[in-house]
């Protein structure tokens, strides 16, 4: 007697399946991929809507960053850049403007408390020679001196 096994198959989904993620590429160190710059295009039922998502900066990275720049012990770098963040957080909470060269002058233009914490729309201002020159070198005199 022989017996014939009976095979179901389920049929395909056409439902839309969330993308894979791509291989990381091989960038320069200064540039990762957390900082790239992404485009997402969705069609709605009348127009094409574009949303642009800027490069983000993580603490781990300006850790990262900082102790390239300075050429100080990674564990030295870190507590002392959590405890200027915390500072900068608290003086722009508190409603104080910063003048910070070569960062800037920032002042809080709006404040909103939520529910989940505080939105603050910041406004910063940069001379043009700050904006495009990038990050001082470690060894750069931060004021000058009179001699």
Known sequence: MTTKKSTTTRAKSTAAKPA?????RSTPKAISEKTTTLVKE??????????ELQPVLRKKELFERVVTLS??????????????LQ??????????????PPFGRAKVNRQK??????????RLRR????AEGGIAPANAALAETDQ
Do not use: F, H, W, Y
């Open 42 to 51: 969705q069609e709605t039922e009348d127009t094409s809507l574009t949303v």
């Open 20 to 24: 894979k993620k791509a291989a990381p």
């Open 71 to 84: 050429g100080a012990k990674k564990r030295d770098v870190k507590a002392i850049v959590e405890a200027t």
């Open 113 to 122: 408390d939520l529910a989940s914490g505080e939105m603050m729309m910041v």
């Open 127 to 130: 001379t043009a020679e700050n």
């Open 87 to 100: 500072v900068l957080g608290d003086s722009l909470a508190a409603g104080e403007s910063l003048a910070l």
